[in-house]
């Protein structure tokens, strides 16, 4: 079965520490892997993508990694802000159309001053 | 603000009635999809177009269930005899994308809250 697995389910840091989410993906064929960033009452934001061949990739504070012989991902945040407070959205894609984007339930992530 | 905008953004409506919403995506976006979220899971899959065609349909999608992309401009989701299993966000997103064009990100919009009493 298509599946992605996100953990923790839910984060609770101090500002300014650092923090990683993880994402495992039981998805196949792989076409590359995204995660997206959600604010409460708001609609997903792209924070990366990543191609099979893609081991890391960073986009500001946010580092996202890829493991595709485990089928594993991880997505690190350093430094965190107040603004990170939100939901971390693991997405696989199994090609570039239609239904075929598998998204994970997500990772809920506050930060605390 | 040239990102994808979603109207209404709250409906309140009353179980049985019709409700319909419109999606305006980017406007060089040739693919736009309809997505439904209930609080504290991921996006659901609903369906998806290519310019003005209709390319897949989820079976979540019931019949009473019906999305248009006139021109291959704005889009509609349209749900009728709404059912109380039916409260959640719709959420559109677009991007382009071609058989060269690849990997490229979705853009979502904020979405429209339904809420069936």
């Known amino acids: 079965k298509n599946q992605v697995e996100q953990s923790p389910q839910s984060l609770i840091i101090l500002e300014g520490k650092n923090c990683t989410l993880q994402c495992n993906y039981t998805v196949s064929p792989f076409s590359n892997l995204r995660w997206y960033k959600q604010d409460t009452g708001r609609g997903p934001v792209s924070l990366t993508i990543?191609?099979?061949?893609?081991n890391t990739k960073s986009n500001g504070r946010y580092t996202a990694t890829l493991d595709a012989d485990t089928k594993q991902s991880s997505l690190h945040i350093t430094a965190s802000q107040l603004s990170d407070s939100a939901s971390y959205i693991c997405?696989?894609?199994?090609?570039?159309?239609?239904?075929?984007?598998?998204f994970g339930p997500g990772t809920r992530l506050s930060v605390l001053p | 603000d040239t990102g994808v905008s979603q109207d209404p953004r709250h409906k309140i409506t009353k179980r049985g009635q019709n409700v319909t919403f419109r999606c305006d995506p980017i406007s060089e976006h040739n693919r736009l999809y309809w997505y439904r979220q209930t609080l504290g899971q991921g996006p659901e899959f609903l369906t998806y177009?290519?310019?003005?065609?209709?390319?897949?349909k989820s079976r979540l999608l019931s019949d009473r269930f019906s999305a248009e992309r006139p021109k291959g401009s704005f889009s509609t989701l349209e749900i009728q005899r709404t059912e109380q299993g039916d409260s959640a966000m719709y959420l559109c997103a677009s991007s382009f994308g071609t058989e060269v064009i690849l990997n490229q990100p979705q853009h979502f919009g904020d979405g429209t809250r339904l809420s069936i009493l």
């Open positions: 990543m191609t099979f061949s893609e």
């Open positions: 997405v696989v894609t199994r090609d570039n159309y239609g239904q075929n984007f598998v």
């Open positions: 177009f290519q310019n003005e065609a209709q390319l897949e």
